[in-house]
Nanobody, 117 residues
């Protein structure tokens, strides 16, 4: 069955870095656009970054530009989110999302990122 499993979250001090991973299975990973979203307590889920099927195109929310980098390895069926210069406002549950043709839309269970001193 389809699975998206995020990992790499945790507690980090302000200014620190984390690298999230999302391992995909059960579908043709290279045929899907991949996204990272996040949801902070009491807030709506927001789009963080998008990467095209080949990895040749990426987009970021304005507040993440220059700090976050999305990448993918289609040979490993994995998408990554490198997060640098983390701040307390980056605290959230981070989700990966796969978007394919014909409305196919898959979500992971999320990984908690907490930025605190």
């Amino acid at each position: 069955q389809v699975q998206l499993v995020e990992s790499g979250g945790g507690l980090v001090q302000p200014g620190g870095s984390l690298r999230l991973s999302c391992a995909a299975s059960g579908f043709t990973f290279s045929s899907y656009t991949m996204r990272w979203y996040r949801q902070a307590p009491g807030k709506e889920r927001e789009l963080v970054a998008t990467i095209s099927r080949t990895g040749g195109s990426t987009n970021y929310a304005d507040s993440m530009k220059g700090r976050f980098t999305i990448s993918r390895d289609n040979a490993k069926n994995t998408v990554y989110l490198q997060m640098n210069s983390l701040q307390p406002e980056d605290t959230a549950v981070y989700y990966c999302n796969a978007i394919g043709s014909y409305g196919r839309d898959f979500w992971g269970q999320g990984t908690q990122v907490t930025v605190s001193s």
